[in-house]
Structure formats: structure tokens, C-alpha cells
């Protein structure tokens, strides 16, 4: 009992408990006994007023008569009649010859004082004296001071036997069992046995029975997962022991893998070696292979028209002989003689054709060579320059009716070598002529020209029929051709592709564009560009 009643006296929740019921309580209790004092006070004031009215209703004349007839008995029985109203504690008649009966002491605070005339009623109302009265406050006051200490007191041993009983039932029911609790969680181990909480509240379902079963279930479940912790403990650390051998073996297996890979790349360093030579050999028998085809394409082209030549200055050797021998006879006519001038004619005809084919094929063959690079760059306006190349292509094959359409801003001025690029577009357009409009009634170029990032690029399209992948594939080689029969060269697209790289640029294909022919893109350095003014008319449209 005294363990308990000091746990009661140190418990904290019991102690804030005490205090806020003693606060709250002596609260309650002053405002209550405030209250009741002032409704005291007011009933004792109004009590006074009451004895004031009364003394008006009722002594009032009665004085008024003893003093008339100076009757000092009656005014004696009158005067001790008033002094014994309570809270009356100073009384004074005076009549109207200053003659004054008094009772008590006159005090001038914590009083009420009332003066009343005395009238005596005969056929004329006449003042006789006056009635002074005084109720003293300080008996009030002190009546209410006892009355006040006598309900504290009581208020205050009420509250803390109230509160005092509170907090033992609070101890019994909510503190006992949270220091019990407190006791038990101290105690748990994960390393002893489990032992449930148990409250002694006499099999009662109450918030700590909930609590208990609460603790006790989440006890259970924090010893499973820690009992599962530690098997996967166990099996982590097994884990690590394989892992451990694992890498020794690992260790041993790259040092193998490191000593075989090394060997290995011993004998790859010979493969590749080999390798290297083999692709040497082949580079050069690809030079060789193209080379021959060169060769062979240009004595080809060449052959034909030397051939001819031969063939030709044969026969004039021939018509010559004949010739001679007719002179030198004595029946010869001048008909045979214009016959074998006229022979001799066309051989001679024949020859001048395939010398100047020759030349021409040579020409081409030059313009192909790398010596175009040391061409000086000019500077010259785009547009200028693509007009002029359309304009003598349509006249060199004239008369096939072809529109060609230009879109160039007239103020682009490039600086490069107007030579290689006069080549490129020409045979761009040359060829368009020559193969793109075959069974087209209306047939259409357009050239579009503009400078993207610092490079010019001249878009070349046509509305012609579309070139088979198998040919798109080998446009840009040389002598390939599929018009040898008639008289084509296949150096015309090769050649510009050359160009196109000594101009440092690159030319791309494209199967359709916007006119739903094929397509040529150019692109190369625009050099050095001059900027002029603006002109509202800078995209130019030009058909011939």
C-alpha cells in the first residue's frame, strides 16, 4: 500500500491530473462563490432600501406628531424602535429648536445615509425636524468575508478529496497498468522466451486488453520476421562463402582465359597480318581490274573511229593507185576520174568525222584528269552561269522541245571553279535530254539554286521517266553506258561526279521529286559570297 500510494504520488500523469482538476475545481469554485457573494450584497442593499421605505411609510408621521407635542417618551420609544433594524448603525432626530435625539456613531464612509423631513400634517404641512439615518456597509462587508471563507473551504476540501479520489482511480485503472506496461516493454528480449502481457483486470474487455493483445501479436510477428532474419543471415552468409569460392574460381578461370586469349591473339596479330596482305593484293588487283576496264573502255571508244580512218585512208590508197594507173592510160575518161575523186572524197569525209569523233573522246578523257584542279577559282553570279549552260544545251539539241524552269536568287555570287561546275550541270542536263524524255508529250526541268549553312546547293529534276535501279546503281562509273549503239560514252555522269569532288562537294540521286522525275542534288563550299541589296524580285522563274 505504500509502494503504491508512492507510485500515486509520482506518477506524472496522476500529478497533472490533480493539478488541472484543483485548477478547473477552485476555477469554478471562486467564479461560483463571486457570483453568490455579489447576489448576497445586492439582497442586503435592497434589504436596506427596504427598511428606508418602511421607516418613510411608517415612523415618518409618527416623529412628526412626538415632536409636536414634544412628547420625548414617545420619541425615546420611536428612537429605540429604529435602533434595533438591523444594519442600522447611527439614528438622529432633531427638531426645529435644534433639540437632537441620537443613536450610534455618525460615520462618513462605507455608509448609506438617508435624511428624511419631518412633516406634521395640521392645516398646513409643517416641517417639525429631521430624521437622519445611517446603514453601516462594514457589517455587510464582513458578514459576506465570512460568508466567502466559509464556502472556500468547504469548495476547497470537497475539490481535493474530489480530486484525490480521482486520482486513485486513475491510478487503479489507466496508471497501475501503463507503469506495468512500461515494465513489460523494458523486459522484452528477443533473446528470452516469449511471455504474453497480461493486465489483472478480472477478465474485463477494456482498451488495455487491446492493447495487450496488440503488443503481444506484433511481439509474435517482430520474433518470426526476426527468427526469418536470421535464417536468411545463415543463408547470406552461406551465400557469401559460395560467392567467395566462386571467385577464386573465377580468379583462376580469367587466368586461364587471359593466358589462352593471349596466345589466341598471338596467332589473330598473324591472321590479321596475313590478312593485311591478302586485302594489299587485292586493293591492287581491284586497281588493276579498274584500270583495265579504263583501258579497255577507252580503246574501245578509241578503236572505233581510228579504225575507220584506216579503213579509209586504205581505200584512198587504193583509189590513189587506181587513180595513177587511169591517168597513165591512153583510154582514160574524165567520168572514171570524177567517179575515183568522188570515192576519194568521201574516204577523205570519213576520216575528217572519226578524227574529230577521236578528238572529242579525247577531249573528254582530259576533262576528266586531275589536272582541273589547278584551274584558278573565279568569282561569277549563279544564276548567270546556269542560264548560259541551259541555254546551250537546249541549242545543242535542238531541236527537241524541252522547258527548263530556273528558281536562283539573282544576288548569289560565288567564288569557285566555274569550269568543273559548268561540266557538272552540263552533263547533268545532257544527259536528261538524252535519256529522261523518251514517250514524255510535255517535257520539263527545273533548276533550283540557294545557299544553305555557307554550301551552294543546285537542285537539278525532271519530269522524265524514272531510271532503273539497275542502271541507278552504275550511273557514276565510267563508260557505262546503255546507248553505245548509239554512240553514247558512259562519261558523262562519271565525269561530272569527278568534278563535283575536286570541287570538294558531293552529288546525290533521288528517285522522284516535286516534278515526279528523277533528281540530281548538287552541293559544294560556296566560297566566297557577295551580299547584295535585297530585291523584291530575287527568285527568278526562266523557261526557255
Known sequence: MISSSKQLLKSPIGRKLMLSIVLFSSLITLLTTVYQLINDYKSDISRIDSAFSSIEKVNLDVLAASIWVIDERLINTQLNGLSQLPDFSYISIKDDSGQEWIYGELKNRDVIERSFPLMYQNTDNVQVGTLVVQADLNTIYQRLYDKAIIILLSNAIKTFLVAGFILFLVWLNVTKHLLKLSQYCEQISLDTPFTPLEFDRKNKQDEFSLVADAINTMQQQVRASFKTIQESKDELQAALEDRERLLELERSYKDELARQVKEQTKELEQSLLIL?????????????????????????????????????????????????????????????????????????????????????????????????????????????????????????????????????????????????????????????????????????????????????????????????????????????????????????????????????????????????????????????????????????????
Open 276 to 544: 593485311k596482305r591478302a586485302q594489299q593484293v587485292l586493293v591492287e588487283q581491284e586497281k588493276m581490274a579498274a584500270l583495265g576496264g579504263l583501258v579497255s573502255g577507252v580503246a574501245h571508244e578509241i578503236n572505233t573511229p581510228i579504225g575507220i580512218c584506216l579503213t579509209a585512208a586504205s581505200s584512198q590508197l587504193t583509189h590513189v593507185e587506181e587513180l595513177i594507173e587511169l591517168i597513165h592510160s591512153d583510154h582514160a575518161t574524165l567520168e572514171q576520174i570524177n567517179d575515183i575523186l568522188e570515192e576519194y572524197k568521201q574516204s577523205c569525209q570519213l576520216i575528217v568525222n572519226n578524227i574529230t569523233r577521236a578528238s572529242g573522246l579525247i577531249q573528254k578523257f582530259k576533262s576528266m584528269a586531275a589536272e582541273q584542279r589547278n584551274e584558278k577559282h573565279s568569282e561569277f553570279n549563279l544564276l548567270q552561269l546556269i542560264t548560259d549552260i541551259a541555254e546551250s544545251t537546249q541549242i545543242m539539241f535542238s531541236p527537241q522541245d524541252v522547258e527548263i524552269g530556273i528558281n536562283v536568287d539573282k544576288d548569289i555570287y560565288v567564288s569557285s571553279n566555274q569550269s568543273l561546275l559548268n561540266q557538272i550541270i552540263g552533263n547533268i542536263l545532257s544527259n536528261a535530254f538524252t535519256h529522261a524524255f523518251i514517250g514524255v508529250e510535255y517535257s520539263k526541268i527545273l533548276i533550283n539554286a540557294y545557299v544553305e549553312e555557307g554550301v551552294v546547293k543546285i537542285e537539278i529534276q525532271n519530269n522524265g521517266v524514272p531510271i532503273p535501279e539497275e542502271v541507278a546503281e552504275h550511273m557514276f562509273e565510267p563508260f557505262y553506258t546503255t546507248t553505245r549503239n548509239k554512240g553514247g560514252t558512259g562519261l558523262g555522269l562519271s565525269a561530272a561526279f569527278n568534278a563535283a569532288t575536286l570541287l570538294k562537294g558531293t552529288i546525290q540521286y533521288f528517285e522522284s521529286h516535286s516534278l515526279g522525275g528523277p533528281a540530281f542534288v548538287l552541293s559544294f563550299p560556296k566560297g566566297f559570297t557577295c551580299e547584295k541589296e535585297p530585291d523584291m524580285g530575287n527568285n527568278i522563274e526562266h523557261f526557255e
